[in-house]
């Protein structure tokens, strides 16, 4: 199944390895068998992924959910206030995220191993269980570059490296989380246009939230290029979508963006109106690949989506959501 998931080219091939992953999940995830049961509807009647149940994204704070019986290799844990319940996704098999990560990227931004990866990602240090550190680890080793490697609060140090890195023309990205960017930018500028910037998560309860052209013009402003990369994930997910500006993100031939009505959610709406996300994401193989999230967005012309921001009074999670 990891071959037919990641040689995916086509539509026609999409709705395949969807319509399969579903009964094997349904036979295989008890969690997720029993709310497809609980809505009543007919597994054999399905036969597009549109016609999917989408689980929703809370049942990985409360349930174990897994479509395998295996210890799991590793378990990734969602980011989260003192006494606020996180999400846990157990991961059978990694190879599923690598290969995930690491196609992803490749299609996105070309080979790991010409790029220098600096990661300011201050929270995500210092805590255990986040899968972007893991997928930043991993690229960093990739990276044939000396110069890669984490900054902490050491934002002098980051500030050399990057001048030093413009002077020697080498293709670089910073990937920030958001108020760690904004931090440097309050204490240093320059001038970098070929850098690309990627700003990932929020601002983790450090600043007050702001509108992502507010945030944007800053960070475009302090680093002095012309566009904000974004990079769309979840401890939930093992694969990702990326934005090359303006808020507008492009996912995987493996991963689809379906946008459902806010008040109904077993309804899924046209495009270019504003509702909640629903993901499909064929790399959660051995978890579930079809959830319904607590993100608001709409879709775009070209197959491009935009977040608009969360449900109200849902938890503040590190998926790169803005207020808008």
Excluded at 187 to 215: N, S, W
Excluded at 293 to 309: S, W
Aim: a negative charge; glycine letters at 8%; charged letters at 20%.
């Amino acid at each position: 199944m990891l071959d037919k998931i990641f040689s995916i080219t086509n539509e026609n091939d999409f709705n395949t390895v969807c319509i399969e992953i579903f009964h094997f999940q349904y036979q295989q995830n008890p969690i997720y068998r029993n709310y497809v049961d609980l809505l009543g509807k007919r597994t054999d009647s399905i036969t597009h992924y549109t016609e999917i149940p989408f689980l929703p994204i809370e049942f990985f704070k409360t349930q174990r959910v897994t479509s395998t019986e295996s210890i799991p290799a590793i378990t990734f844990s969602s980011s989260g206030t003192t006494g606020m319940s996180t999400s846990k996704h157990h991961v059978a098999d990694l190879d599923y995220y690598e290969r995930s990560f690491r196609q992803c990227f490749e299609m996105f931004y070309g080979s790991a191993a010409d790029t220098v990866f600096l990661a300011l990602l201050p929270n995500y240090l210092e805590r255990t269980g986040s899968s972007l550190i893991y997928m930043v680890d991993d690229l960093i080793k990739q990276s044939k570059q000396p110069e890669s490697g984490y900054f902490l609060y050491n934002h002098g140090d980051l500030f050399t490296t990057l001048e030093q890195l413009k002077q020697q023309g080498k293709k670089t990205i910073l990937i920030g989380v958001t108020y760690a960017l904004l931090d440097f930018c309050e204490a240093y500028t320059i001038d970098f246009p070929e850098l690309i910037v990627m700003e990932t998560g929020g601002m983790k309860g450090q600043r007050k939230e702001m509108i992502r052209e507010e945030l944007h013009h800053i960070l475009c402003s302090g680093f002095g290029v012309p566009k904000i990369h974004s990079e769309y994930g979840m401890t939930e997910l093992l694969s990702q979508g990326y934005s090359k500006g303006d808020g507008l993100f492009d996912t995987p031939p493996w991963m689809r963006i379906l946008i459902r009505d806010t008040n109904d959610p077993l309804t899924l709406i046209d495009q270019q109106k504003t509702g909640a996300i629903n993901v499909i994401d064929l790399a959660n193989y051995y978890s579930c690949a079809f959830i319904a999230t607590q993100d608001l967005g709409k879709h775009h012309p070209g197959g491009l989506f935009e977040i608009l921001g969360r449900f109200d009074n849902s938890d503040i999670r590190g998926c790169n959501l803005l207020v808008q």
